[in-house]
């Protein structure tokens, strides 16, 4: 399948004693093209397939609200819209173009407001539609003996929910190496491996989070580093029912308050992440403005007009 003008990528079907042998090789590899673009070089993955932006945002991380216009793409499902991201778009057609773009609004969570919030009864979720966030799925092993037992470990039975994820946060930090990978993730993978990218890593908090019984959610979309918008994934859990509150946490990046450049496109596991697929090479994007966390600086409204979208 095409990613870019120059780049693509090919799927074999494996069964699953192949799938599980590391150093089986699918014959068919050998009977492909080598992964090089039109000068005949080996491409970087990871930027050939990043959404560029021709202005540079100096520390990315400390952003805490962004407008951004995105188009050049039909949506199969609307953009997530809830707390931390709105669709400003006076036009809501799937179709996103220049002329009629998505526009966003992100903002980055209080966490200290985070912090002071009560928390749900356990059992609350379960009795809602919010139970669907805490069920096992095929690679988010749950139920897992080994899950259980480190997730038991990890947490403690009388904090509050954020408290528990961010805890679970910390583990990850400290136990798996960031390393990037092309693989399906698997949490239990995961956790014998100790490595892993930001899909790897989400995949495993998920697990770990909802073992100890706190409702979570797998966010794939993109975020902004260096130079441009890179496709990504993250987490968001719950940390009440009533409202429901769900606050973005990013493993992979090493960030407890996630900034205003994640732009979340799907929520879910792998079929989300299958449909992102169908977007990367086609997706482009403006920042129209950012707001950063110095209180003494005013949004910086210079990138492009207020009038399109």
Partial sequence: APLTDDLGYLSFRENEEEAKDPTFKNP????????????????????????????RIPHSDQI???VVDLWNFELAQPIPEG??????????????TAEFPIRL?????????VSATPGFEMQDPLQTDLGHYLEREPLVQVDHPEIQR???EI????????ENAVAIYEWIAENVQTEFRITLPSALEVLETRKGDCNEQSTLFAALSRAAGIPTKIC???????????????????????????????????????????????????SDQSY??????????????????????KPDKAFRPQNSG
């Fill in 155 to 162: 947490t403690s039975e009388g904090s509050l929910p954020w």
């Fill in 220 to 270: 794939t979309g993109l975020v902004y580093q260096n130079l441009g918008f890179y496709y990504h994934a993250w987490n968001e859990v719950l940390v009440s029912s009533e409202p429901e509150i769900w606050i973005p946490i990013d493993p992979a990046l090493k960030q407890i308050r996630v900034d205003a450049t994640h732009i979340k496109f799907g929520e879910g596991g792998l």
């Fill in 150 to 152: 480190l997730a038991g």
């Fill in 28 to 55: 068919l590899l050998d009977q492909s093209d080598p992964v090089t673009d039109s000068k005949g070089t080996t491409p970087d993955l990871l930027y050939a397939t990043c959404v560029r932006v021709p202005e």
């Fill in 105 to 113: 609004e992100i903002q980055s969570p209080n966490i200290e407001s």
């Fill in 276 to 297: 992102l697929n169908g977007l990367i090479g086609k997706i482009r994007a403006r920042i129209i403005e950012i707001d950063r966390d110095d209180t003494n600086s």
């Fill in 83 to 96: 707390k931390w991201q709105k669709n400003l778009a006076r036009y809501r057609e799937m179709t996103a």
């Fill in 64 to 66: 805490k609200r962004m």
